[in-house]
């Protein structure tokens, strides 16, 4: 599918990143579709933002470290604010590959669908496909997600996402705060959003460590299945009216 000339933002929420975040952007700028882009820097103590607004890009600030969440709704609500038709989620620890960005953004475009996830296990499609510990936990989120709502994401951890505008305003009023991508599924699915997975290569961080280690990772499922079981009793914020 080819991509229609739209209004396309690509947020990349970045943490100290400093040693990412360039490589990061200039992978960006390279790719085969014309995009604006937004680093949303969530506190960090290194130069990350010095380093993304020395390449010109658009620099949001947090006042600290607010989480993952919190960064990734910044960048909904300045889409939302901008009047973006499309959004682009990219890590800003170099892990996604931007030269998939406008096979992700294509069901969008075309209207196929309103959320695309980016899956390193749909295919075999080579790449890192994380630890052996974070494997099985991806597979737990695949199989809760799939009992509670029907919705089969093989990649339920991915933060590799493309976003129509209504997905853009469910998300800017809410998003979930800590480990969100598994709930935020649920949510998207929730406001009857389509939700579509396509293959795409992820690739191991050159620099930096990740936040979720070691015991992060006990308590990560188990917050975020807490999340999702109350996500199911509530109605979602929005739910029918984006």
Same mark, same amino acid.
């Given at each position: ?27 960006? =700028? ?27 890009? =658009? ?11 919190? *960064? ?55 790449? $890192?496909?994380?630890? $052996?510990?974070? =494997? ?10 799939? *009992? ?64 979720? =280690? ?29």
């Amino acid at each position: 599918m080819e991509v229609i000339n739209q209004h396309i933002l690509v947020i990349v929420p970045a943490l100290n990143e400093s040693g990412n975040i360039s490589r990061t952007i200039e992978e960006i =700028r390279n790719n085969s579709v014309k995009v604006d882009i937004l680093v949303v820097d969530d506190g960090s103590v290194d130069n990350t933002a010095a380093c993304a607004r020395n390449l010109g890009v =658009r620099v949001v600030s947090l006042p600290f470290n607010l989480g993952i969440g919190a *960064a990734v709704q910044t960048g909904f609500q300045y889409a939302q604010n901008h009047g973006y038709a499309i959004a682009v989620q990219v890590d800003g620890d170099g892990q996604h590959d931007a030269s998939f960005l406008e096979k992700l953004i294509a069901p969008i475009s075309s209207h196929a669908a309103d959320m695309v996830v980016g899956s390193r296990f749909l295919e075999n499609t080579g790449g $890192f496909k994380s630890s $052996f510990g974070r =494997r099985l936990g991806i597979q737990f989120f695949v199989y809760l997600i799939n *009992a509670l709502t029907g919705v089969k994401i093989k990649d339920p951890t991915s933060g590799f996402r493309a976003y129509n505008k209504k997905m853009i305003a469910l998300f800017a009023a809410y998003y979930p705060h800590d480990f969100p991508e598994p709930e935020a599924i649920v949510v998207a699915h929730q406001a009857r959003g389509c939700i579509l997975e396509l293959p795409v290569v992820m690739r191991k961080r050159k620099a930096g460590s990740s936040s979720i =280690r070691y015991f992060k990772t006990v308590y990560y499922m188990a917050k975020v299945t807490l999340a999702i079981l109350l996500r199911m009793i509530q109605v979602s914020p929005g739910a029918g009216k984006v």
